[in-house]
């Protein structure tokens, strides 16, 4: 039987080329079609950062806004972006191939720069000029269709970002075939290589992109993110005959639904037995390997007697009922594996919510750790570096410790452990929320001294001159933090993409991003939070002064080293108990 001109025998099964013609073993797939999605990743994260690094410059020079509101601002549009990452994995799994979410949205996020370019470029698209002198009267902000033209502009931007951060990652991890060693292992370095490429795009970013807004024009700046996401087009298209793409089986979220009403309405007590097919699946503590799903068998079809169990799990065994009980109506009918795929997720989201006070110590890096640096001596050399720069530091520690990681610690991991994976998805998960703590600790010395010479030398209320203390001070919070951020954007697309069920793997990993969006949101209402309980009484909030010499800064960090500490117990406690799908069952 052939298909499209390939032999079914040498089908890669469930998954088409971009033609969507089946995919065929030995022609699609594997690191050479992985490599171009790495490519893509450092036009791609290029063009996005290359504009939210030095966002709120912008919003405040140009465009007029104060900083409380340009910091809201870009918060909102990054957080944003990052949320409808879940939209691009949603439809990635229910309507289109991850290859197809992947050219629509880059499409999208170009359209939305071009109009961000027109605006920057036009004087008559922008709000009147002005001079901001002591004594003068406030800048006018932007307003009018001229304010409506700027937010279609980020907008219509982050919703293409959306679109790629949920489709991009998976379609890398996609060209992998996990039933086999090598498979699994290449899946594992495209994950760490992604974060690499994703800090290579970055570096330039923060570098000369951000020397080009601030010193050529922000019109220079929006330009070099539209060339970088046009280019990307080209560069992902390039390796199209060698891809081969995940077929879409319908809406994730309508399965959920159907599971848990099914389960919710179904008797407590007896009922009707439901004669349902499925696959249970089994998980175990530590993943010494991973195989891919079979196929879902459908109700009324037939399955070999080898890959069917007609009982599930015991994990959450409310949900059983789904398939134990006649179902209320038909189509509540749910078979054992789609409750099982259920289960899978409800287990990962508790990791997931780990992961949002990680982020919010990130959230800092654009903050707080950058005004910090504002207020010190910022040259090195003859050079001034511009604050939105500082990001330097993490992204550079990432290229030299991705390499490093992928081919000396990991590989003397697995001869160590003795184990295929060496260090678990979760133990890298692990190792970055301890990193996270020690990052915080360290921003609250380094503030401690920052204040301390700024007391010594009697600028406290000086809010002009630079501190006599070196900026290379802040660099340690940074690579602490650039290497959580390592251990755990790479593990946790890694865990979420592993761990899901086939049908929704494009959504799960989606979660990675959601959990960036929900720190950088959650930083936000902190900053709210606290200022609001330490201001009662009379008494000046920790985060409110004159300059940020008057604020409590270091009280905050120590703050939020506690509350990572407490968020890194719970997280333990989940490490413990969580067992991985399908570990060590490796069939012939």
Request: charged residues 15%.
């Amino acid at each position: 039987m052939q298909e499209g001109g390939v032999r079914e025998a040498e089908r890669w099964e469930g998954y088409v080329d971009w033609r969507n013609r089946p995919a065929a073993k030995g022609r699609h797939g594997g690191m050479v079609a992985a490599s171009f999605v790495l490519v893509t990743e450092v036009l791609e994260n290029l063009a996005f950062l290359a504009n939210a690094s030095n966002l709120v410059t912008y919003l405040m020079n140009s465009m007029h806004y104060s900083p409380s509101q340009s910091a809201t601002m870009v918060t909102n549009f990054m957080g944003t972006a990052f949320l409808l990452a879940l939209l691009g994995g949603f439809l990635s799994d229910a309507v289109c191939t991850t290859y197809v979410v992947y050219l629509a949205s880059a499409a999208v996020e170009f359209m939305g720069l071009v109009i961000l370019t027109i605006q920057a470029r036009s004087s008559s698209l922008m709000p009147p000029a002005c001079t901001k002198v002591a004594g003068a009267a406030p800048c006018e902000p932007v307003s009018g269709s001229k304010k409506a033209m700027l937010f279609v502009g980020l907008y219509v931007t982050a919703l293409g970002i959306g679109g790629i951060k949920g489709s991009l990652p998976s379609h890398g991890a996609e060209q992998f075939d996990e039933g086999t060693p090598r498979g699994r292992k290449g899946r594992s370095t495209f994950f760490n290589y992604f974060v690499f490429c994703l800090s290579c795009g970055a570096l330039v970013a923060v570098t000369f992109a951000v020397w080009v807004e601030d010193n050529k024009g922000w019109q220079w700046g929006f330009f070099i993110s539209t060339i970088a996401i046009l280019l990307s087009i080209p560069v992902f298209a390039a390796g199209s005959r060698f891809y081969r793409s995940k077929v879409p089986t319908g809406s994730p979220l309508v399965t959920i639904a159907k599971v848990l009403l099914a389960a919710a309405l179904a008797p407590r007590r007896g009922g009707t037995p439901s004669a349902s097919n499925g696959a249970v699946i089994d998980r175990a503590p530590s993943p010494t390997g991973s195989t891919e799903l079979k196929e879902y068998c459908k109700p009324g079809e037939a399955c070999a007697a080898d890959d069917v169990a007609t009982e599930p799990s015991q994990e959450l065994s409310a949900l059983n009922r789904a398939v134990q009980c006649q179902p209320r109506h038909r189509a509540l009918a749910c078979t054992v594996q789609e409750v099982e795929d259920v289960k899978i997720v409800l287990m990962v989201l508790p990791i997931f919510l780990a992961t949002i006070m990680l982020n919010c110590c990130l959230a800092q890096l654009s903050t707080f750790s950058v005004e910090q640096a504002a207020t010190m001596d910022t040259r090195v050399g003859g050079l001034k570096v511009p604050a939105a720069s500082l990001p330097v530091f993490p992204v550079t520690f990432i290229i030299l410790l991705a390499p490093i990681y992928d081919h000396i610690i990991i590989p003397f991991a697995r001869r160590a452990t003795g184990t295929e994976m060496g260090i678990t998805h979760l133990q890298r998960i692990g190792t970055g929320l301890v990193l996270s703590i020690v990052a915080m600790a360290a921003a609250a010395v380094v503030e401690v001294k920052r204040k301390n010479v700024a007391a010594s030398h009697g600028m406290i209320n000086s809010s002009h001159a630079p501190l006599p203390i070196t900026f290379f001070w802040i660099a340690f919070q940074y690579l602490f933090l650039g290497s959580a951020d390592l251990f755990t954007l790479a593990g946790l697309l890694e865990f979420f993409f592993s761990e899901a069920p086939p049908r929704m793997r494009s959504l799960a990993t989606s979660l990675s991003w959601a959990s960036l969006a929900l720190g950088y949101y959650l930083s936000s209402v902190l900053v709210t939070v606290v200022n609001g309980a330490t201001g009662r009484g009379g008494h000046r909030p920790w985060l409110e002064g004159a300059s940020l010499n008057h604020y409590h800064l270091e009280r905050f960090y120590w703050l939020m080293c506690a509350l990572s500490a407490v968020n890194y117990i719970f997280f333990l406690v989940l490490a413990i108990r969580y067992k991985y799908r399908n570990a060590g069952v490796i069939k012939a």
